[in-house]
């Protein structure tokens, strides 16, 4: 899907994020901040922590999901590159010019992965984790106390280092956007972003029933096991 710019004919406005993975980030990005409002502001408040907590696992499960069925932007194997071709990008980090980058670059693909993994621990050590008082993790009872309070600690330790990451995420966007003048936010929320010179390569984009299907069957999926457990 690609249209030319009414003002400047060598600048086409293409489709680059489909509609799952905007959805995916911007509700993930709400989802954080209700997990830690809801632990950090108020006592009793934890079905929403865990309800929450629920819900960044089932995403991050579908984003894996995606990122192996879903469009071409969206796929792992789009934007996870080697050592060599992301040292060669990260050479040329400080060059500021507008970027005609499609979907994320050699150095943000492995951002993203980082971030994926760690809110994939984040939730995980939540289902194991007590608070020595009145709430816990629905799997807690699987293992032994000192092991719960040992992933206690790791999910609050992890938090901490998950704060850190998606602070240089943010820092990194805002660089892009100021020094690089390359405005990464607007597609994210649209899908679309205007790319000047050579033609772009022809993208994929998977059905957003498809997307559907698979959310539907990990939301399930999480809540056979948190119920059932
Ligand atoms: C609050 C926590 C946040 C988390 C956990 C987070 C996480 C992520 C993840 C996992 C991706 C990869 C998207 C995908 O391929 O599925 C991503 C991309 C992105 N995020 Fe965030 N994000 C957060 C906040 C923000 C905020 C506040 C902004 C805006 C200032 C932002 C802007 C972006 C942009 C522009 C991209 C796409 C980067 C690119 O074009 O390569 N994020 N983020
Ligand atoms: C990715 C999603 C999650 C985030 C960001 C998150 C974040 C947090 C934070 C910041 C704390 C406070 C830690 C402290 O100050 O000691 C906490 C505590 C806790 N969370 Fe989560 N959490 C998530 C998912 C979950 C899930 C799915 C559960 C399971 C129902 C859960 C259960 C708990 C428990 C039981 C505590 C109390 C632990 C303690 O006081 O040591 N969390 N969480």
Redesign the pocket.
């Known amino acids: 899907m690609q249209q030319e710019n009414q003002t400047n004919p060598n600048i086409q406005t293409i489709k680059i994020w489909d509609l799952p993975t905007r959805l995916f980030h911007w509700s993930l990005v709400i989802l954080?901040g209700v997990?830690?409002a809801s632990?950090?502001l108020s006592d009793n408040a934890f079905n929403i922590?865990?309800y929450?907590?629920?819900t960044?696992?089932s995403l991050v499960i579908f984003r894996v999901l995606w990122g192996i069925f879903g469009s071409t932007t969206s796929r792992f194997r789009t934007f996870i590159r080697g050592l060599q071709p992301t040292i060669a990008y990260a050479k040329t980090l400080l060059q500021s010019k507008p970027g005609n980058q499609i979907g994320h670059n050699p150095l943000g693909g492995w951002m993203v992965l980082l971030m994926l993994g760690f809110?994939l621990f984040?939730?995980v050590t939540?289902?194991f984790?007590?608070?020595?008082v009145s709430?816990?993790?629905?799997l807690a009872h699987w293992i032994s106390k000192d092991i719960s309070d040992i992933l206690?600690g790791l999910?609050?330790e992890s938090?901490d280092i998950?704060l850190v990451i998606v602070g240089l995420h943010i820092a990194a966007v805002l660089f892009y956007r100021f020094f690089k003048r390359d405005n990464l936010i607007t597609p994210l929320i649209t899908g679309f972003k205007p790319l000047a010179g050579e033609t772009p390569p022809k993208l994929r984009f998977t059905s957003n029933w498809i997307a559907l299907l698979l959310f539907g069957i990990v939301i399930a999926g999480v809540a056979l096991l948190v119920t059932k457990a």
Request: no cysteine; glycine share 10%; net charge negative.
């Open positions: 954080l997990s830690w632990i950090e922590h865990e929450s907590g629920y960044i696992l809110l984040q939730a939540g289902l984790s007590n608070d020595d709430s816990e993790g629905p206690s999910h609050h938090f998950l």
